[in-house]
């Protein structure tokens, strides 16, 4: 599976954004998928997951609420909806897959768990 991020850029404080993660594979339908993120000097961190069907998500406590993670099977993609931005969401998000979860409800939120990466895109939130 082959992950293209994109939708990044500079935003100002209290505004939106949504992020697309473009994959690539046969199996992506089946597959549970992860954003994460990287701000600057920090270690990288899981942000949302969503199951291969789109039932079941789960999110960080720092973005539950203002984030919405989504899912296309059929466009091969997955989105990241951004409200209510803050300064601290300011990072570099990356997508990843998770076989693990294969066909299941199971959520995965370590890092170490997915399988594939996306390049990363870049968000700058301004105050």
């Known amino acids: 599976v082959q992950l293209q991020a994109s939708g990044g850029g500079l935003v100002q404080a209290g505004g939106s954004l949504r992020l697309s993660c473009a994959a690539s594979?046969?199996?992506?339908?089946?597959?549970?998928m992860g954003w994460f993120r990287q701000g600057p000097g920090k270690e990288r961190e899981f942000v949302a997951v969503?199951?291969?069907?789109?039932?079941?998500?789960a999110y960080a406590d720092s973005v539950r609420g203002r984030f919405t993670i989504s899912r296309d099977n059929a466009k091969n993609t997955v989105y990241l909806q951004m409200g209510s931005l803050k300064p601290e969401d300011t990072a570099v998000y990356y997508c990843?897959?998770?076989?693990?979860?294969?066909?299941?409800?199971?959520?995965?939120?370590?890092?170490?768990?997915?399988?594939?990466w996306g390049q990363g895109t870049l968000v700058t939130v301004s105050s």
């Open positions: 990843a897959a998770n076989s693990r979860a294969l066909y299941t409800g199971s959520l995965y939120r370590p890092a170490s768990s997915y399988d594939y």
């Open positions: 594979g046969r199996t992506f339908s089946g597959y549970a």
């Open positions: 969503i199951n291969w069907s789109g039932g079941s998500t």
